[in-house]
């Protein structure tokens, strides 16, 4: 696989991207935008967007989100599945946060999931507010996890990227 290409359009300085993200009521995918966020460590979701998703938080587990507002608590859940483009990422491990009500977006495509990729950004000819995002993964899409065997502690687009001792 040579890459992800996807259109984005620029909101207040952040890459905004169009993917499609399981939800567990209904059993399909929903087109969301995504803010598409380097600076975030971690992929985050309001509350709001994971109850309409049928999301459960993950027990026990729990963390404060830091940001240029402050911080806030956070809850963990599970994306089953996005796709950007044709490709799936798998399950996903996100923060579940009450977001501020003037962001556009309900979701935060964070570090967790975008260091495993090369990244190309390239602007339209004629504008700095379109372009495209070339997503190279950087692992065999063979090391993608299943729900059932994902978990959040190990897995590749989970909070840590180790390997499970015996």
Do not use: Q
């Not at 830091?66 to 956070?74: L, P, Q, T, V």
């Not at 977001?99 to 935060?108: A, K, P, V």
Request: charged residues 20%.
């Amino acid at each position: 696989m040579n890459g992800i290409e996807i259109d984005f359009s620029m909101y207040s300085g952040v890459p905004v991207i169009e993917p499609k993200i399981w939800s567990n009521n209904g059993n399909k995918y929903k087109s969301c935008f995504l803010l598409f966020d380097t600076g975030a460590c971690m992929t985050a979701m309001s509350v709001v967007l994971a109850d309409s998703l049928g999301y459960k938080r993950v027990r026990n587990k729990s963390s404060e989100a830091g940001s240029i507002g402050g911080s806030k608590k956070a809850k963990y859940a599970i994306i089953p599945d996005m796709k950007i483009g044709n490709f799936s990422l798998g399950p996903i491990a996100s923060w579940v946060i009450d977001f501020e009500e003037s962001l556009t977006t309900n979701l935060i495509l964070g570090m967790n999931v975008i260091k495993h990729f090369n990244i190309n950004m390239t602007f339209n000819a004629n504008s700095y507010s379109k372009g495209v995002i070339t997503m190279s993964p950087r692992f065999s899409i063979h090391d993608i996890k299943s729900l059932d065997d994902f978990d959040i502690d190990y897995s590749m687009f989970g909070i840590y990227n180790l390997t499970k001792n015996p």
